[in-house]
């Protein structure tokens, strides 16, 4: 069937478009208006939760305890970091800490690029 211009059908789907559209850009509004006071600050405060412990991770690993557990391991009951291509010893609780402080890394670095490009985004 041919639908010319200013027939009933096409003036129709013309104002059901232009009702979509308008629907559309006033969700749109809704979700950004919620991004940007409850959803932008809690995304702001787990991005900066997530650098302080990447920051943390590095200080606790070179600084406190000479050394990156995830490096290091268990060896006839003595537990070592390694630093440098070396091994350094350690107590058992602070191989353990500094281990699981690390192994944060593998949620908190994808979390804050999440986070900034969502930031970025909205």
Request: aromatic share 10%; charged share 20%.
């Amino acid at each position: 069937m041919y639908v010319g211009i200013g027939h009933k059908e096409t003036s129709q789907a013309w104002l059901d478009n232009k009702r979509g559209r308008q629907l559309r850009e006033s969700l749109g509004a809704i979700r950004i208006s919620w991004m940007s006071k409850f959803g932008r600050r809690f995304l702001q405060v787990l991005l900066a939760l997530c650098i302080a412990n990447i920051i943390s991770i590095f200080i606790v690993a070179l600084a406190i305890v000479g050394g990156d557990a995830l490096k290091g391991g268990v060896i006839d009951g003595h537990y070592y970091v390694g630093h440098l291509g070396k091994l350094v010893e350690v107590s058992e609780a602070t191989y353990t800490y500094a281990r699981l402080h690390e192994m944060t890394l593998f949620l908190t670095v994808p979390l804050a690029v999440l986070a900034r490009g969502i930031l970025r985004r909205g």
